[in-house]
């Protein structure tokens, strides 16, 4: 890939990127934004997860980007057959809001925050770090990661661009 590319991640896909090129997802809301990124390759991967866990897949095909039980593992696989080591992996995250108000507060209407817990508890099983994580609220967000340094930017209408 060469620099200047735009991989466009769309909504329950994952892909990966090197040689300077920018992975780029929209519409992150209750969704997570997810990179990886190995810092001595210069190579990175984005996921954008929808929802906690693949047992409540109902699809006959099972979509493994769409779920962070699935699409974490995917991610550091697909890493790993470039070469990427798993112990240079670290990780930054995005989204996860909590879109609309519930009364009552039931869990399963808790999908942003769910997200956000079992996307950590599964780079948790991998061990690797997660680097800085822009989650929460109740706001939108789009995402960059710039697979030539790493630098993930944030971007929404509410809080403008930031680079964590």
Do not use: W
């Amino acid at each position: 890939m060469a620099e200047g590319i735009l991989i466009k991640v769309g909504m329950a896909d994952l892909n990966i990127a090197d040689g300077g090129a920018v992975l780029k997802t929209t519409g992150l809301g209750s969704c997570v934004g997810l990179t990886l990124f190995d810092p001595e390759l210069r190579i990175g991967g984005m996921a954008h997860i929808m929802l906690p866990s693949s047992d409540i897949a109902r699809e006959g095909q099972l979509n493994i980007a769409k779920y962070a039980d699935t699409a974490v593992p995917e991610l550091v696989r697909r890493l790993q057959s470039k070469g990427a080591s798993l112990h240079r992996m670290v990780a930054k995250m995005a989204g996860g809001a909590q879109m609309f108000a519930f009364m009552g507060g039931t869990d399963t209407m808790r999908i942003g925050p769910r997200n956000v817990e079992a996307t950590k508890h599964e780079l948790d099983r991998f061990s690797i770090r997660l680097l800085s994580e822009d989650t929460g609220g109740n706001y939108g967000r789009t995402v960059e990661l710039y697979s030539h340094n790493g630098i993930f930017l944030i971007r929404s209408v509410q809080h403008g661009v930031k680079e964590i």
